[in-house]
């Protein structure tokens, strides 16, 4: 066991591919060369936002598996002897995509792949066009540097998520993130909104004595004429597992932001806390039911 210093990396992203990989990939040396041994990007990070709508034009964004993606990564991941989270669009087949993170260990091999599981349809965020839910489950990636759980935006919504990741063994939680407000709720509605997303994953990070960080994104992405289009927030955090803020983006800048993880402080946090130890696992049974009528 040693400690280790995990790092998300908070960016503007557009429609050009060629330019979102060279741009992250120079993101993640900046941040490999500030100390990261751990590092992030945001959700689906080679393209636009494009589930502001449903078009059959955008699948032609997604890549097979071990291709542009992991050969560019891995090859960096061993280079600089960081691990790597690299959100990407999964094209499995015709016809079954997936919103899915390559997991890739310091020597350039993959240390796990996670496929979206929990996939949202809300006004602007047609994902369920695209996404078909993730079949691999919650997984815990033991790597070179630690043990590293990924899940993926709307993940973060749900604690069973979370819980399951950390009984795995994760030592930290990456939510690679893609949110933000529409520009018209804005004013009413978005320090609830926002305020929101901070609380439930600072839950998880106390509920789970974890460390939590999300990546999100940055700017107004309004590539669809006639539409406000999306203003993502950014406000990438890094938790601990008491739920304390270790560091934190603005809401519009690009950025790196950094944060050591103490595994000495989890398990103090753990044994004082022992929230594992005293789960009542004989009476959840009706956890795995819809609804209990």
């Known amino acids: 066991m040693k400690n280790y210093t995990i790092a998300v990396i908070q960016l503007n992203l557009n429609d050009i591919a060629e330019n979102n990989l060279k741009k992250c990939l120079n993101w993640v040396r900046k941040a490999a060369n500030q100390g990261a041994e751990v590092i992030c990007l ?50 499995r087949m015709a016809g079954i995509y997936h919103n899915s993170a390559y997991i890739i260990d310091t ?60 009984l795995k063994g994760s030592e930290v939680l990456f939510y690679p993130t893609a949110i933000g407000w529409h520009p018209q709720e804005k004013e009413q509605y978005g320090e609830n909104q926002y305020g929101a997303w901070m609380n439930v994953m600072k839950g998880h990070a106390v509920a789970n004595g974890v460390y939590v960080a ?49 595994l000495d402080l989890q398990e103090n946090v753990r044994q004082n806390w022992p929230f594992f130890r005293d789960r009542r696992i004989d009476a959840f049974g009706d956890i795995t039911k819809r609804a209990i009528d």
């Not at 449903?54 to 890549?63: C, G, K, P, R, V």
């Not at 759980?149 to 749900?158: A, F, K, P, R, S």
């Not at 994104?217 to 999306?230: D, F, K, M």
């Not at 955090?237 to 050591?260: N, R, T, V, W, Y």
């Open 42 to 91: 945001p959700e689906l990070y080679s393209s636009h936002y494009f589930c502001q709508s449903e078009d059959t034009d955008n699948f032609a964004l997604a890549e097979p598996l071990y291709s542009t993606s992991f050969i560019a990564f891995s090859k960096l991941a061993k280079e600089l002897g960081v691990v790597i989270v690299v959100p990407f669009f999964e094209k």
């Open 107 to 166: 020597d350039g091999t993959e240390a796990g792949l996670y496929r979206k599981m929990h996939i949202p349809d809300d006004p602007h965020f047609y994902e369920k066009f695209y996404f078909t839910p993730g079949d691999l489950g919650f997984k815990n990636n033991k790597t070179k540097k630690g043990n590293i759980g990924t899940l993926i935006c709307w993940d973060q919504w749900y604690p069973e998520a979370a819980r399951l990741t950390a």
């Open 214 to 262: 999300a990546a999100n994104r940055i700017g107004l992405e309004q590539y669809i004429p006639g539409t406000a289009g999306i203003q993502f927030w950014g406000a990438s955090f890094i938790a601990g597992p008491q739920g304390e803020i270790l560091a934190q983006a603005s809401h519009d800048q690009e950025e790196i932001i950094m944060a050591k993880v103490d």
